[in-house]
């Protein structure tokens, strides 16, 4: 059984003049990866990336952390969806879902 791996990562250098970096979502399956932005702004000084949260919690960090959880859980539900009725299907097709 073939694994799909989600991480949230910033690419430091890209920063916006406000101090704050668009929060990319990169899925690895099958050794191909595919890399999407998740259209939320963070600073990076607050993110958390061993725990893959933005830190300390507060209302909006909390927000944003929510998103994030809504957006994995979306991936892996298309990721059962197709392992379920495909026979063979790549990270394209997981992103395209």
Known sequence: MKKLSILFILPKSKIRQDNKVVLLC???????????????FINPNLWDSSHQEVKPPNEQNNI???????????????????QVNDADFSVDDIYRK
Not at 64 to 82: A, D, E, G
Request: proline residues 0%; positive net charge.
């Open 26 to 40: 990169r899925m690895t399956y099958n050794k191909k990866r595919k890399e999407f932005s998740t259209g939320i």
């Open 64 to 82: 944003i952390n929510s998103q994030l959880n809504l957006i994995k859980t979306k991936i892996n539900q298309v990721f059962l969806y197709l």
